[in-house]
Every structure is written in C-alpha cells, then in structure tokens.
C-alpha cells in the first residue's frame, strides 16, 4: 500500500510540473473562493456561516495573499436546492471569475454544482457532503472530497454493529441522494458481514414529524434503527424514536451525527450511541487551539465539515504557491503530489480520484455525568486508519493515471 501511495504521488507531482511548465501566475490577478451551503435550513449548523468563517480564517492565516496577488473569499446561501445552486456558481464563474467553490452540504446540490465546475475547469472544494459518488460514479479530475463520505460511516459504525450480533437492520433514511447512498453502502456492509436489512421507509427532507416512520420502524423487529440522515432530521428521528419507546426496545444508530445535533439532544436520550466522525474538537491540543479560534469568531465549537473547510482551503492555497499559478490542473495535480498535515488531516493524503484519506475517529456520545462542560460531546472510543476507513480507489476515476 505505502509503495503504490509513493507510486501515486509521484505520477501527480510529475504532472503537476509539467502543467506548471505550460502554465504560470493567478489568473484576473486574484484568487478568489466562493463558499456554498445552506445558510438557513437545516444543515445551516454543520457548513453554513461556520464554513464561510472557517475559509476566512485560512485565507488570513495564509496571509491573505499569493503570489503576491490578493484571496477573497464570497459567499451564498443555496437553500438545498440544486437549480439555486448551480445557477449561483454558474453565475460566479461567468461573472466573477471564481477559482474553486468550497463548502458544499446536501449531496444533491454538490452533484450539480460539480457538474458545473468541471465543465468550466474550476475546482470543487467539498467539505460537508456526504455521498461518495463524487469519487465514483460522478467522479471528475476537478473534486476535492475532504472531509468524510457515506463510506467511511458505513465501515466505522454499521461493521462494527453487526460483528457485535446486531444483524437485523431497518432503515429511516433522508429521501435523496445522501440518504439513498448512505443507505445503500450500509447495506452491503450488513450484508457482507452475514446480517439483513428488514425493512426502510424514506422520509423527505426537513421533516418535522416522524411518527409514521418510526411507528413502521418498531413493526419490523429490527434489532437496530440505522437512521440515515443528517442535521435537524437526525434530531427530529431520534426524539421521536425515544416518545415512542423505540430505543427502550432496539438500537438506534445514528450513521451521520455532527457534534452540534449531538449538543442539542438530551444525554438521556442520546448517551452512549456510536458514530463516525472526521474530527472532534478536543482530540488533543491541536485540535484544541484551532477550535478556541473558531469560537471565539463563531460563537460555537466546529463541526466537522467547517473544520474540513479550513483544512482544504490551506492546502489549496499551499498547492497555488507551490504549482507558481492558479490553473485547476496544475493546481489539482500539486494538491495530490504533497501530503496535507494539520490539526485536521492526520496521517492524510489526496488520492487521484480526489477523495483525501485520513484518520477517521469512532466516538460515543457521553451521559450528562461525564461532561465537564456543554462543549463536552463525545468520548473518542478508536482511531480508524484511513484505508480502513475509506474504500479503494476505483481504476475509472484515477485521473493521474489517464493524464
């Protein structure tokens, strides 16, 4: 594995200098970065704001500048809606000259704005979405998938269930594309570790009421609840799941869980689930220190997708400096030839299909008697190596090799 990374960047780095031959300097004499997501609905807590602040604070620590030329940083809400997003960075390509687009939340918005940005040769910088289709079937030589995917929550948390004797399986999933991938690679984990999904219902997104799905969740005798979905919707579920006694009588796994729904949910309720995460503010004090910044500008602690933002953000704004030019593919190829290593990206590198391996961290969601404050979530149970974590690369998608 080690031999066919260093196989791998090599062949980056190569074509990183032969662009960077053809190519030089920052193009309209400005680097600038758009930030999409969803501004005010319900994933506004896990990207939102928190991301366009997390992009400006890398752009000022970067120094605000390079090669010698100004970052700017813009920013808009896309509602969780395909058509507003793509039309809105169509716009900033057309009109604005933006370099890469990052933030990127509802699976279903990032599929279109990708299209998009390949299209125009310009770089999708892709924090918070969960589905792993942009490095597999709708994988392009533009995606830089940073943060996590439904993948590495389905290897995380689900294996580990089963292996444990939690075979039987019902779904309450998100009805578009994160929930339909979350659920489908889920299922072949159960299936491939010898358990059975029973039974799913899919519920739209943003619903407030989930009492029909979770009464057809306890009619199915599923030993575990997997609830694929995110946001206020993970929230709404699993209070709904504990009204109606459903966690007194089957496990309710939480397949994407950000640190604020976490916050947000009684302990009672709540305490020892399991989840997968890219990032937990109090890992150690590197983590730490970012994360008081963070606050301090914010308000709250970072969720896993704003921490991403940043992380990405700096080795883009790296790979700029080292490529000599903001040109996609120069800059694409030189973000695969070096290895980012930051408070987020830990034992990380970026493979040819855009998706960055690293650690990922497996946690429980502590009982209020062991919190020493509000911030105070999770216990971090495991540390999950990145190849363990995240799926191989398909042959289809790696863009090096067909360059």
């Keep these: 594995m080690q031999a066919m990374k260093k196989t791998m960047m090599a062949a980056a780095m190569s074509a990183a ?6 190519a030089g300097g920052v193009s309209d004499d400005v680097v600038k970065i758009g930030v999409l997501a969803d501004m005010g609905g319900v994933y506004a807590d896990i990207c939102g ?13 970067f ?19 395909p058509d507003v997003g793509s039309a809105k960075v169509r716009q900033w390509i057309e009109s604005e000259q933006v370099d890469a687009v990052n933030g990127l939340v509802a699976s279903s918005v990032t599929g279109a704005v990708t ?11 892709i924090s918070t979405s969960a589905s792993h289709a942009f490095t597999t079937k709708a994988c392009s030589p533009y995606n830089v998938h940073w943060t996590y995917n439904v993948a590495a929550l389905a290897n995380g948390t689900v294996k580990p269930m089963v292996d444990s004797g939690k075979k039987k399986w019902f779904f309450i999933t998100a009805d578009y594309a994160f929930g339909h991938a979350l659920e489908g690679i889920a299922t072949k984990v159960i299936n491939d570790q010898g358990g059975e999904v029973v039974g799913a219902v899919r519920a739209p997104l943003g619903t407030t009421d989930f009492s029909s799905y979770v009464l057809q969740a306890q009619a199915s005798g599923a030993d575990v609840i997997g609830l694929a979905n995110a946001g206020t919707d993970f929230v709404n579920a699993l209070k709904t799941s504990a009204e ?11 397949l994407l ?5 976490a916050k947000a949910l009684d302990p009672a309720i709540a305490a020892g689930m399991k989840a997968t995460t890219g990032f937990y503010w109090d890992m150690d ?11 301090q500008r914010h308000g709250s602690i970072p969720a896993m997708g704003q921490a991403g933002a940043y992380s990405m ?3 883009y704004l790296n790979a700029i400096k080292a490529a000599g030019t903001d040109e996609a593919d120069a800059v694409m190829a030189m973000m695969k030839a070096t290895k980012p290593d930051d408070f987020f990206a830990r034992n990380a590198y970026l493979r040819n299909d855009g998706r960055m391996v690293h650690d990922m961290l497996l946690v429980s969601i502590k009982d209020a008697a062991s919190r020493q404050s509000d911030d105070d979530i999770y216990n971090i149970e495991a540390v999950i190596p990145g190849d363990v974590a995240f799926n191989p690369m398909m042959e289809s998608c790696n863009f090096a090799a067909k360059s």
């Design 49 to 61: 704001k928190g991301c366009v602040t997390a992009v400006e604070m890398a752009v000022e620590d």
């Design 63 to 81: 120094g605000g500048e390079v090669l010698g030329k100004p970052i700017e940083v813009i920013s808009a809400d896309d509602q969780n809606k």
């Design 285 to 295: 004090d590197q983590t730490r220190e970012w994360s008081a910044r963070f606050k």
């Design 17 to 22: 200098f032969a662009v960077t031959a053809q």
């Design 244 to 254: 109606f006694g459903l966690t007194e009588t089957a496990d309710v796994a939480g």
């Design 115 to 125: 299209k998009v940005l390949t299209d125009a040769k310009k770089v999708a910088l």
């Design 313 to 315: 953000t700096m080795h």
């Design 257 to 261: 869980v950000f640190t604020h729904n």
